[in-house]
């Protein structure tokens, strides 16, 4: 697949997702009444090459079945993704399994998404088999170089995953993601589960690997912080929304939706002193509302602390200014 | 002041398939009346440990206590006999865990359970103990007590649970609260509620609190003082500012380089530094040597470090680390 680095004016990009949204049906017994839950909610957003983009939010707000739907792991419900260009959705099973070699994922826990009964060599050299890519020596030959690449010995292909820590599983799933060299990985949570040694260890390696490789992250995190150090644009979710989307330098430096300064008054930071007397400022009340019942107006109208009586009857539009969108009738500054 | 808690030279070892491990090996601590000591590590650093020995929680067997002494108030726990420790659990020591779904009994309702810790610790009615269970859940900042105290824990958010634990936590006004990664399974905006309700309670009813926990963040924004363990032992140990300020184990340097944290001063930069790493990871307790544990993982060490276990030094701000310890002499002379 040709993968020029950097994005020229006329290319399309990587991956740019239109209007997505998702909805499952929820069976409610017999008599009840059919119940939708609607993860995602008409999400628009790009992923250049050689780029990440964080997909923030808690849980419920809709960021993994986004991000899922994108690659076709989930059907959406409406919407268009294009690879390249190439329309996803209008593919055929068959057509859609040629497009997988350039689509890979790792997920969160390292423990669960490794069968624990094979070696990890061949764990990493499955993807190869299945898609058919290159003879037995070639696929052997490359697992010896995938192993090299994410930091563990070759000498390791013979073990199994119990036999690895939690960190080095997950260089495992990277390169098990790695193999048939793909143009995008999505990553969901892919270091909460570490301890924050090891989370340091892999957020570097991700790093590394795309400035050698040329990759593009679809990043799924919960953690600001974790966020701030690997993605390039962010966008946060709530209950299915993009509500605040910008280049990170921008996002983080002037954050404009009351939820994305909750986010932050809310992640790690060694500045806040119980010495110093810090008390959080922007309190968010309650929990995230359930996506079966998203009230109406502002999603998170009920929970914001400026919050106005127009915020709980209309739902804001989102509205762009120089690659900054907002989804808020009172964006701050 | 003598101190509420002081925990000395404390020896914990478990029988396991690799022979006996020591997961605690003279560990002390203390704790005045108040006060918040923060415990922090990563898995299997031996924070739990502690926690569990000094609410008198450790599995026996496979588990002994092998020396030391933890002295609630001047009265010691080690040997006491089971029938006291009950008591003081529940009505001197409360305690919340990480998960509350697993703390919390599934099949009574929340304001029973509540009742329940009030009528084992003191002489009241059952009436009485559901009232001051509703004043409970009141001063928790659970919305609707009112019917809330009749919900089964399912019916809760995970934020709600987690209140409803700390309020029967804090039903029989301890004076010492033992809070064990409170906030690890919720939301972040859900952590950051409990984490200002923990510092309510605090100012509240005086209560003196061990938090246990692996993020350092959260140490800034709650401890007074810290303790930074490792391998079954406290390698630092000081006030706030000074452990996150000027950490003087190189373990500790590593943490919290380590940490992707909030910083405005990187919102502003093109392209951030990639996180610092220790390398390695925490050595399985069975394998550890004569030596300092950390040793095969720093940077800095020399051959004494391989040798000889390092003891914590120093008042007021303990260290242990033969590097720390030789520049202080140096400094000295």
């Keep these: ?333 | 002041m003598s101190p509420l808690l002081d925990v000395r030279d404390l020896r914990v070892e478990f029988a396991t398939r690799h022979g006996t491990v020591t997961a605690l090996d003279g560990v002390s601590l203390r704790l005045e009346p108040g006060e918040t000591l923060g415990v922090v590590g990563e898995s299997g650093c031996g924070k739990s440990i502690t926690a569990l020995a000094i609410m008198g929680l450790i599995p026996m067997p496979p588990g002994r206590i092998a020396g030391g002494s933890i002295r609630l108030d001047g009265e010691e726990l080690i040997g006491a006999p089971e029938r006291r420790l009950r008591q003081l659990r529940g009505r001197d020591i409360g305690m919340i865990f990480q998960e509350p779904m697993t703390s919390l009994n599934p099949v009574f309702r929340v304001g029973d359970q509540i009742a329940e810790a009030i009528l084992l610790h003191q002489d009241v009615s059952r009436d009485e103990a559901r009232r001051r269970a509703l004043d409970l859940l009141r001063t928790v900042g659970v919305p609707d007590p009112g019917q809330r105290i009749d919900a089964y824990p399912h019916e809760l958010s995970g934020g709600l649970r987690q209140r409803v634990m700390i309020a029967i936590a804090i039903s029989c006004q301890p004076r010492l609260l033992i809070a064990d990664e409170p906030t690890t399974a919720l939301d972040v905006t859900v952590q950051a509620q409990i984490f200002d309700l923990i510092r309510d309670i605090q100012d509240r009813l005086g209560v003196a609190v061990i938090l246990i926990t692996h993020d350092m963040g959260a140490i800034a924004e709650m401890a007074d003082r810290v303790a930074v363990m490792y391998a079954g032992r406290v390698v630092e140990e000081g006030p706030a500012d000074a452990i996150l300020d000027s950490p003087a184990h190189p373990y500790t340097r590593g943490l919290i380089g380590c940490i992707p944290a909030i910083d405005p001063a990187l919102a502003a930069l093109d392209r951030l530094p990639p996180l610092a790493e220790i390398p390695g990871v925490v050595p399985p307790l069975h394998l550890l040597g004569q030596g300092c544990a950390f040793a095969d993982r720093c940077i800095e060490a020399v051959d004494i470090c391989r040798k000889v276990a390092p003891p914590l030094t120093g008042r007021g701000h303990a260290v242990a680390c033969h590097l720390h310890a030789a520049a202080a002499a140096s400094e000295e002379s």
């Design chain 1, 1 to 333: 697949m040709p993968a020029p680095a950097g994005d020229s004016a006329s290319a399309p990009p990587l991956l740019e997702v239109r209007n997505l949204s998702v909805s499952f049906p929820m069976s409610r017994g017999l008599f009840g009444p059919k119940r939708v839950l609607q993860a995602v909610r008409g999400i628009s957003f790009t992923v250049g090459r050689g780029r990440t983009l964080g997909l923030v939010g808690e849980s419920g707000s809709g960021k993994t079945t986004a991000a899922m739907a994108a690659i076709r792991l989930v059907t959406p419900s409406d919407g268009q993704v294009l690879l390249e260009g190439r329309d996803l959705m209008a593919l055929d099973e068959r057509a859609m399994r040629a497009e997988r070699r350039h689509l890979a994922v790792i997920f969160q826990d390292p423990y669960s998404s490794l069968n624990p009964r094979n070696r990890v060599g061949a764990i990493v050299r499955e993807p190869l088999d299945l898609m058919g890519i290159g003879s037995p020596g070639e696929r052997e030959s490359r697992v010896r170089e995938l192993f090299r690449l994410v930091g563990l010995r070759p000498d390791q292909m013979a073990l199994f995953p119990h036999q690895f820590s939690g960190g080095q599983r997950q260089r495992i799933a990277i390169a098990r993601a790695l193999a048939t060299n793909p143009a995008l990985i999505v990553c969901d949570e892919p270091v909460s589960a570490l301890d924050v040694a090891i989370q340091a260890q892999i957020l570097n390696l991700l790093r590394r690997l795309q400035d050698d490789l040329g990759l593009s992250y679809l990043f799924i995190s919960h953690d600001l912080g974790v966020v701030q150090h690997v993605c390039h644009e962010v966008a946060v979710m709530y209950l299915g929304q993009v509500v605040e989307m910008a280049e990170r330098r921008r996002l983080f430096s002037a954050p404009a939706h009351p939820y994305t300064r909750a986010l932050l008054e809310s992640a790690p930071s060694l500045d806040r002193r119980k010495s110093a007397g810090y008390r959080r400022k922007a309190a968010v009340k309650g929990d995230p509302p359930s996506p079966l019942a998203i009230p109406s107006g502002c999603a998170f109208a009920g929970r914001c602390p400026q919050a106005q009586p127009r915020c709980r009857t209309e739902e804001p539009e989102p509205t762009a200014r120089d690659g900054h969108l907002v989804r808020c009738h009172f964006p701050v500054g």
